[in-house]
T-cell receptor
Framework: KNQVEQSPQSLIILEGKNCTLQ??????????LRWYKQDTGRGPVSLTI?????NTKSNGRYTATLDADTKQSSLHITASQLSDSASYIC??????????FGAGTQVVVTP | NAGVTQTPKFRVLKTGQSMTLLCAQD?????MYWYRQDPGMGLRLIHYSVGEGTTAKGEVPDGYNVSRLKKQNFLLGLESAAPSQTSVYFC??????????????FGPGTRLTVL
């Protein structure tokens, strides 16, 4: 069973609107949690990295939150743009740095 | 500074054929990784290297071999390709394991189809 579960699997959003993606994990011990953006046909690119002690981290219009107690994270996209259309991958780092990847949430932003 | 590059970008093989995927990085990173990405699944680690001359097995190593003869290059080999190896392969590099705020930098991927 995947130790990193993301929801929804996909979503469609109108340009200019906000959306929130969810990530639940069971990885233990926990080192850090990352969100990556993967454009179609490209490799993943890091958006945010949060360690155990961080609750929120922003990168422009992207804001990630982390609740290490409930093992949940979210990625909020504000005022979406067409260029935000991509797959967003939650990645959790456990012991020695081993990464566990979620399957991703496919976001489509329409005009 | 090209970052992480992969060759080839696309390849079609017949069952039983062999091939080598090349990954190169110009960031002087010690650590390099090979992943495969399949629909509906997260990236899975095939093999990794913690430095020149070293390699180690990841989560799904069967059917693959790797070599790290030079620090900047990491080769992934398929000795006898099988349809189950149809996938998109990503190489990544980092300066240290995934602790702290270390980031893995990914290449653009190689789309491999095995008929």
């Amino acid at each position: 069973k995947n130790q990193v579960e993301q929801s929804p699997q996909s979503l469609i959003i109108l340009e200019g609107k906000n959306c929130t993606l969810q990530c639940n994990y069971t990885v233990s011990p926990f080192s850090n949690l990352r969100w990556y953006k993967q454009d179609t046909g490209r490799g993943p690119v890091s958006l945010t990295i949060m360690t155990f002690s961080e609750n929120t981290k922003s990168n422009g219009r992207y804001t990630a939150t982390l609740d290490a107690d409930t093992k949940q994270s979210s990625l909020h996209i504000t005022a979406s743009q067409l260029s935000d259309s991509a797959s967003y991958i939650c990645v959790v780092s456990g012991s020695w740095g081993k990464l566990q990847f979620g399957a991703g949430t496919q976001v489509v932003v329409t005009p | 500074n090209a970052g992480v590059t992969q060759t080839p970008k696309f390849r079609v093989l017949k069952t039983g054929q062999s091939m080598t995927l090349l990954c190169a990085q110009d960031m002087n990173h010690e650590y390099m990784y090979w992943y495969r990405q399949d629909p509906g699944m997260g990236l899975r680690l095939i093999h990794y290297s913690v430095g020149e001359g070293t390699t180690a097995k990841g989560e799904v190593p069967d059917g693959y071999n790797v070599s790290r003869l030079k620090k900047q290059n990491f080769l992934l080999g398929l000795e006898s390709a099988a349809p189950s190896q149809t996938s998109v392969y990503f190489c990544a590099s980092s300066s240290a394991p995934g602790r702290g705020t270390d980031t893995q930098y990914f290449g653009p991927g190689t789309r491999l189809t095995v008929l």
